[in-house]
Structure formats: C-alpha cells, structure tokens
C-alpha cells in the first residue's frame, strides 16, 4: 500500500518550455503532498507543501510564479516548471503522507533537463 | 537551519559487513526517518523511530535515536551488495507540521 506515482520520469525539452511533473497517491487519499528538487549528490531540498483545495505553501527562496503547483483532487498535485531554462535541470521528487506521525513515500521522481 | 548531517559522507565496505551511518541534527524533533535512494530513483522508507523510543530493529537494520546529542545511527548489518545506495536521514520539528528536513546522506557501496 502507500504508493506513488510521478509522470514522466524524464524530460528534455528547450529553453522556454513549460513542463508539467504528475504526482498522484495511487492507493490513499492525501490532504497534503510535498514537492523536492535534488541536484546531482546533493540531498533533497523542500520547494513547496502542497495542500488540497488550497494554495500551496512555498519554502523561502522559492518563486511561486516560476514553480506553479496545484493539488485539486486527494489523490493527484502537479507541479509546472514555468519558462524553465537551464539553471531548472534538476530532479524533482513529490511525496504524499498518510498524515499524523507516518512516513511520507516517494514518487520515484523525474529527471528534468533543459537544453 | 535544522538540516541534518550524515557521517560518513561515503562508505565503501565487502558484502557482508556491518555498515554503521550517523546523522545529527540541529533543533527538536517529533520523530525521525530513515530513507534509502537507488541511483536516479525516488526514495524509498526504512524506519520510523519516535522522539521517545530509542532504539528500534527491522530485518537487518538497527535504528538508535539520542534525542539528548541529537543524533542518530542506522546499522545495517551482514549487508548485501543490493544494500549498496544512499541512505538519508530525515526530521520533522516537534510540534510543527509534516515538513521533513533531510541530511546529506552516506552513499554506501558494498562490494560483492
């Protein structure tokens, strides 16, 4: 139980294209899904919580208008790379709690690359 | 910043040894976690371990919390060369919301 699914997995596209990463919770319901971006041999770096129904919760440092996320159903938030360029590529990772004092599970994440 | 460190960054061992990560972190905590990353993948949950609970065992991982160094260590014991991963620790704050702050991690190799 618990999994999660992120669509695509890899992305290439040119410099000032818009792109759409899927993350759905496939088997639960979840109020709150989080989105991380981890550059290569780094750790994960929270961007934004995700609430359903509501507006998502941005991390400092992180522009909201660049990195548009929209959690309307319990079981699917997207986040679109607006105007990505170069400096975008990076992998980005979603995950979905069952909420309380329980672990939070992955999607296995896309692979962003901007040429 | 309540960022975590892993200790040590790398780790390179035959299989099966004993593998010992550490992780500290800054600030307190509800509970901490214990993820495991494949190269490219997402990540993948090991173990839980409460801020009151010191010590806590699933299969061949070992967790212990020492919430008085903020510290934590994960052994994985007669490791396997599918072990072979980057191992993350993971915080929340104590009394705050979901949000989980991850350490460095410790890429472990074991080598057949």
């Known amino acids: 139980g618990a999994v999660v699914s992120q669509h695509p997995s890899w992305v290439i596209c040119k410099s000032g294209t818009s792109v759409k990463i899927e993350c759905r919770s496939l088997?639960?319901?979840?109020?709150?899904m989080f989105w991380y971006r981890q550059f290569p041999k780094q750790s994960l770096m929270l961007m934004a919580t995700s609430n359903e129904g509501s507006k998502a919760t941005y991390e400092q440092g992180v522009e909201k208008d660049k990195f548009l996320i929209n959690h309307a159903s319990l079981t699917l938030s997207t986040l679109t790379v607006t105007s990505a360029h170069p400096e975008d590529s990076s992998f980005y990772i979603c995950s979905a709690s069952l909420g309380g004092n329980q672990p939070q599970h992955f999607g296995d994440g896309t692979r962003l690359s901007i040429l | 910043s309540q960022q975590g460190e892993e200790d040590p960054q790398a780790l390179s061992i035959q299989e099966g040894e004993n593998a010992t990560m550490n992780c500290s972190y800054k600030t307190s905590i509800n509970n901490l976690q214990w993820y495991r990353q494949n190269s490219g993948r997402g990540l993948v949950h090991l173990i839980l371990i409460r801020s009151n609970e010191r010590e806590k065992h699933s299969g061949r991982l070992r967790v212990t919390l020492d919430t008085s160094k903020k510290s934590s260590s994960l052994l994985i014991t007669a490791s396997r060369a599918a072990d072979t991963a980057s191992y993350f620790c993971?915080?929340?704050?104590?009394?705050?919301?979901?949000?989980?702050?991850f350490g460095k991690g410790t890429k472990l190799t074991v080598n057949p």
């Open positions: 088997d639960f319901q979840a109020t709150t």
């Open positions: 993971a915080t929340d704050a104590w009394g705050g919301s979901e949000k989980l702050v």
